[in-house]
């Protein structure tokens, strides 16, 4: 049975940090690309940012430069790092690894 299991969220004050883990279990994680979602609430689902199996990552426009993507194969998990966080980060983040997805985790950027 796959399981994604999300952790890390919080409430945080505009321009600080978060760091959010998805562990993996179930699954050959090292052959899988894993990627971060989020959904605002009242907004559809977007694409934050996704690394490849061979750890390459890829951002939209506007994490681009705050977020950092990288994967442990060793321990099947992936991370998220936010820094310089604003109000409009915030939202439900959801790992995603092939059809799986993780139950999400809430961040909350108060101004």
């Known amino acids: 049975q796959v399981q994604l299991v999300e952790s890390g969220g919080g409430l945080v004050q505009a321009g600080g940090s978060l760091r959010l883990s998805c562990a993996a279990s179930g699954i050959i994680f090292g052959e899988n690309a894993m990627a971060w979602h989020r959904q605002a609430p009242g907004k559809q689902r977007e694409l934050v940012a996704f690394?490849?199996?061979?750890?390459?990552?890829n951002y939209a426009g506007s994490v681009k430069g705050r977020f950092t993507i990288s994967r442990d194969n060793a321990k099947n998990t992936v991370f998220l790092q936010m820094n310089s966080l604003k109000p409009e980060d915030t939202g439900v983040y959801s790992c995603?690894?092939?059809?799986?997805w993780g139950q999400g985790t809430q961040v909350t950027v108060s101004s």
């Open positions: 995603q690894m092939n059809t799986y």
């Open positions: 690394v490849t199996r061979d750890g390459n990552p």
